[in-house]
């Protein structure tokens, strides 16, 4: 249509091959015989030129039952591709797959398992077909089936399965704790079809998943779910121990259980079962017979599950009760919103220990052993505002030999429980310190930050800390998540807890840098990690060291074991630390410290450069509408 080609060639040919032809186009051909410049009659044909067809098509990814190919595309517009799969035997039925153009992949599902298929692929333009790609595809091995779990303990069990009928390679085994988020697998031979899974956490759940391996290619996945057994109590023992009573004290399960079964009695057929709450730590035994030995056994519980027992055993006293030395006069001094000195006067004759036991009234008290050599002990990390109550208990060869109370009530704060360091300064705590804070902003959950109170108005809750080299940054992701290191000294406070503390508030951030005399900062107006892979959230910088951060945001966090980021180099590996890695990085204060090549060290690049390792760093946060008081203390 566009443009005419005229062509001479010799009379004795019969074939003519003409190149340069467009695509998928309608053509008309004339042919005209010429002898002594006279012609003679026209004969002419028409024909359509193929269509420029797909390329370079491989098979990316198989499961038992299905195929991932791809390949690269067509030259020039066309309308369609179409996928015909089809048994290499020739039994079945061939299936087709439409596939938009622009596509450059196709997921062929309903395949059996071990079985080759043959896959063709051309590319459409109304009638018109493209020469066909072709490869020839075999899906993945038969899954295992059958997930039995038996030997379950606190910390260890058995899972067995089925193995297929088809042959394999053997079976990869795959258990994950919800908690940690972080799976665990293991590979096996073919002739297994058990494995032992050990140090597991008392009563928690996991989900289990396994695959069967044949070469590269992997199953489908089976998975089920079980829930270890708790734990029991540790440290059963009975004390205060008289003709009828006796108090039970334990050390609690570390998996969090719903009761306590108290089972006790002097022999068989006079057991007495009771239960108590499971975050109970004493139980109170009376009306038991003098001079007769006991014996007690806890189990923790969780739902209808039982742990093993701990046991105990102690014989009431012939009398009628205890003797008691001369009152022990327990008083309370120095009573703060947080801390008070409780004293006492010491007993005539010595004793092994004193007990004291304190808390809220009305809440689980917390106890703690106290040399006989004391006559005071401060009690720390109390709740303000509360009335507590406070028994000192003398112990002479494992028997109570007196006890003394006493009451107080701790002074009152503007923020009780205070979320992050700037509540805590608002409390009137002007000196940087380690401090106990409760992000809920009630009793429960706590933890223990260092407060930077000094710089910039105060208030900021540190995350990081890079001094002097003494603590390993180059760890895995279990570590970036629950934190590591001292918070007087080298630390990071966790991604858990950056999290938990950047969502209750819009929060800003502030990054001091130090390097011999010479000291920037970088300061950002926003500042935030998501759930999800921790997620970073940066921006509004303003300071002296200039802006090196904005480049990682909404960048994941990366480690060296789980580097989920779809960049080429694995960065945390290749700069050996633990970060918001993107290709790879212009910030890496989480770095080898001390290092001054190839990029790698304690590196803020727009300050120092990327060859040089910066000698201390600082991250901290503080929420962003917060106003410093206007008087402070001096």
């Not at 005071?376 to 303000?384: C, E, I, V």
Request: one cysteine or more; glycine letters at 8%.
């Amino acid at each position: 249509m566009d443009q005419q080609i005229n062509l001479q060639v010799v009379g004795s040919l019969t074939t003519f091959t003409q190149t340069g032809l467009a695509a998928g186009q309608e053509y008309t051909v004339s042919i005209v015989g010429e002898i002594n410049g006279r012609t003679g009659d026209e004969t002419t044909t028409e024909f359509i030129t193929l269509i420029s067809g797909p390329t370079n098509l491989q098979v990316v990814k198989t499961t038992s039952t299905s195929a991932v190919v791809q390949w690269e595309q067509s030259q020039g517009e066309i309308d369609r591709y179409r996928l015909t799969i089809t048994p290499n035997n020739g039994a079945g039925r061939p299936q087709e797959i439409t596939i938009e153009a622009g596509q450059s992949s196709a997921h062929i599902q309903q395949l059996e398992a071990g079985r080759l298929y043959d896959v063709l692929l051309v590319a459409e333009k109304g009638v018109v077909l493209s020469q066909p790609a072709t490869i020839q595809v075999v899906p993945g091995p038969e899954p295992p089936t059958n997930i039995v779990f038996s030997k379950v303990t606190e910390n260890s069990l058995t899972v067995s399965w089925t193995k297929p009928k088809s042959p394999v390679n053997g079976f990869k085994i795959t258990y994950t704790h919800p908690d940690d988020g972080e799976p665990v697998s293991v590979t096996v031979g073919s002739q297994n079809s058990t494995l032992n899974l050990s140090q597991l956490s008392p009563g928690s759940s996991y989900e289990v998943t396994i695959i069967s391996t044949l070469g590269l290619d992997e199953s489908d996945t089976i998975k089920d779910s079980v829930v270890t057994l708790p734990d029991p109590p540790t440290d059963l023992q009975a004390v205060n121990v008289t003709d009828a009573t006796a108090l039970l004290l334990w050390r609690p399960a570390l998996a969090a259980i719903d009761k306590y079964a108290i089972v006790y009695g002097s022999g068989t057929g006079s057991e007495l079962k009771i239960t108590v709450s499971g975050n109970a730590a004493e139980q109170q035994l009376s009306g038991l017979e003098a001079s007769t030995t006991y014996t007690v056994t806890v189990t923790s519980q969780l739902g209808s599950l039982d742990s093993a027992p701990a046991t105990t055993s102690f014989t009431t006293k012939s009398g009628s009760g205890w003797h008691h030395d001369e009152a022990q006069d327990l008083k309370a001094s120095n009573v703060t919103p947080r801390s008070a000195v409780v004293s006492w006067t010491q007993l005539s004759k010595p004793v092994d220990s004193y007990i004291l036991v304190y808390g809220i009234k009305g809440e689980n008290p917390q106890e703690i052993l106290v040399s006989p050599n004391l006559k005071q002990y401060k009690l720390t990390r109390l709740h303000p505002g509360s009335l507590y109550s406070v028994d000192l208990r003398s112990i002479r060869g494992g028997k109570l030999t007196a006890n003394s109370n006493t009451e107080f009530t701790t002074g009152t704060l503007r923020f009780p429980f205070p979320t992050d360091c700037s509540q805590e300064l608002l409390n009137g705590i002007f000196t940087s310190d380690v401090v106990e804070i409760f992000p809920q902003g009630k009793p429960g959950m706590s933890m223990n930050v260092y407060c930077d109170m000094e710089t910039e108005g105060g208030g900021w809750t540190v995350f990081q800390r890079r001094k002097d080299g003494s603590v390993e940054f180059y760890n895995g992701w279990r570590d970036y998540v629950s934190g590591f290191g001292d918070l007087t000294g080298e630390f990071w406070l966790g991604l858990d807890n950056i999290y938990n503390l950047t969502k209750i508030t819009k929060m800003s951030l502030r990054v001091d840098l130090r390097d011999k005399e010479e000291h920037v900062f970088a300061k950002y107006s926003t500042f935030g990690v998501a759930k999800r892979n921790y997620k970073l959230s940066v921006g509004g910088y303003s300071g002296t060291a200039g802006d090196s951060l904005s480049y990682h945001n909404n960048c994941i966090f990366s480690t060296k074991d789980r580097d989920p980021a779809p960049w080429i180099t694995r960065c945390a590996i290749s700069y050996q630390g633990g970060w918001w890695y993107k290709n790879c990085h212009e910030a890496n204060l989480n770095g080898l410290y001390g290092i001054d090549h190839k990029h790698q060290g304690v590196i803020w690049k727009s300050w120092k450069g990327e060859d040089h390792s910066i000698q201390f760093t600082e991250m901290k946060m503080r929420p962003a509408s917060f106003v410093s008081p206007v008087n402070r203390a001096k």
